[in-house]
């Protein structure tokens, strides 16, 4: 069975930076779509980046495209998040998704929770003014 677990969460002030890892186990091969998304209080639960099974390409929400950075290293089975020049809008809890079953998906498909099977139990970001 495969296994999320976020970490690297915490408080930071406006204009920080926050790295969030994501640690994959239960699979021989971490080869599959990852991706972030963060539900913030009150709000129904976004997209934030995702990296195809290469590494080769990502994708990224708007709101957050230009501070965020998503990459993987399969070798050690593990996703990050960089995030920098936070602002209180990113306060959300942010959770790790991957693909369990299919590695090749349509560039559109990224982008939505359906498309991901397993997912972390989310790590707490929290960015004050």
């Known amino acids: 069975q495969v296994q999320l677990v976020e970490s690297g969460g915490g408080l930071v002030q406006a204009g920080g930076s926050l790295r969030l890892s994501c640690a994959v186990s239960?699979?021989?091969?971490?080869?599959?779509?990852m991706g972030w998304f963060r539900q913030a209080p009150g709000k129904e639960r976004e997209f934030v980046a995702a990296?195809?099974?290469?590494?080769?390409?990502?994708w990224y929400a708007d709101s957050v495209k230009g501070r965020f950075t998503i990459s993987r290293d399969n070798a050690k089975n593990t996703v990050s998040l960089q995030m920098n020049n936070l602002t209180p809008e990113d306060t959300a809890v942010y959770y790790c998704?991957?693909?369990?079953?299919?590695?090749?998906?349509?560039?559109?498909?990224?982008?939505?929770?359906?498309?991901?099977?397993?997912w972390g139990q989310g790590t707490q970001v929290v960015v004050s003014s």
């Open positions: 990296i195809n099974w290469t590494g080769g390409s990502t």
């Open positions: 239960g699979r021989t091969s971490n080869n599959y779509p």
């Open positions: 998704a991957t693909s369990g079953s299919r590695r090749y998906l349509s560039s559109n498909l990224y982008f939505r929770q359906t498309s991901y099977d397993c």
